[in-house]
T-cell receptor, first 117, second 114 residues
Framework: EAGVTQFPSHSVIEKGQTVTLRCDPISGHDNLYWYRRVMGKEIKFLLHFVKESKQDESGMPNNRFLAERTGGTYSTLKVQPAELEDSGVYFC???????????????FGAGSRLTVL | DQQVKQNSPSLSVQEGRISILNCDYTNSMFDYFLWYKKYPAEGPTFLISISSIKDKNEDGRFTVFLNKSAKHLSLHIVPSQPGDSAVYFC?????????????FGTGTKLQVIP
């Protein structure tokens, strides 16, 4: 099966500009997550979609970040306007619907590195 | 407030010896614990997990130990191989009706020296 695909792999933008990151999860995975890692820090949770609905967006830093998952398939994460502290690697991950037991094993994409100058 | 902590940013081990990576957590509601491995320019990949009702889970060269009273888990790799050189992330999640938010640590960079 195809893995989680993220685009672009690297984006360099100026402060104040807009960037949109895209994630295509594994087909059939209802759960889609966005995470961010700033160098040397933890992989930090941003939000979680179940199909097209936002299940948990408690990790979104502020209202400059907007995530969508139209039709419950691919997802986009838009940063507008970008600030210097938004630099980092944005990871998307997906997983199947969970049963009554078992760990939530996430499959990650390779990440989108965002550099804000 | 970091709920999953990996206090060692790096570790170097000779090939063939044991690698021990440690992780501490603060949230007693965590039900599952996972280890992920990450190579440069790639996303993290799942390695092994353990449920809170167990104290050990083994998969080939990889064994995870859980000490609930100490809120501590460790990953043992025996024998270590150069291909194991990567960043290892500890992660944990509660079980809550089918929706599990996975919380990650800061990672430990393992270098296995040939």
């Amino acid at each position: 099966e195809a893995g989680v695909t993220q685009f672009p792999s690297h984006s360099v933008i100026e402060k104040g500009q807009t960037v949109t990151l895209r994630c295509d999860p594994i087909s059939g995975h209802d759960n889609l997550y966005w995470y961010r890692r700033v160098m040397g820090k933890e992989i930090k949770f941003l939000l979680h979609f179940v199909k097209e609905s936002k299940q948990d967006e408690s990790g979104m830093p502020n209202n400059r970040f907007l995530a969508e998952r139209t039709g419950g398939t691919y997802s986009t994460l838009k940063v507008q306007p970008a600030e210097l502290e938004d630099s980092g690697v944005y990871f998307c991950a997906s997983s199947r619907t969970l049963g009554p037991s078992g760990a939530n094993v996430l499959t990650f994409g390779a990440g989108s590195r965002l550099t804000v100058l | 407030d970091q709920q999953v902590k990996q206090n060692s940013p790096s570790l170097s081990v000779q090939e063939g010896r044991i690698s021990i990576l440690n992780c501490d957590y603060t949230n007693s509601m965590f039900d599952y614990f996972l280890w992920y491995k990450k190579y440069p320019a790639e996303g993290p990949t799942f390695l092994i997990s353990i449920s809170s009702i167990k104290d050990k889970n083994e998969d080939g060269r990889f064994t995870v130990f859980l000490n609930k009273s100490a809120k501590h888990l460790s990953l043992h790799i025996v024998p270590s191989q150069p291909g194991d050189s990567a960043v290892y992330f500890c992660a944990a999640s509660p079980y809550s009706g089918g929706y599990q938010k996975v919380t990650f640590g800061t990672g430990t960079k393992l270098q296995v020296i040939p």
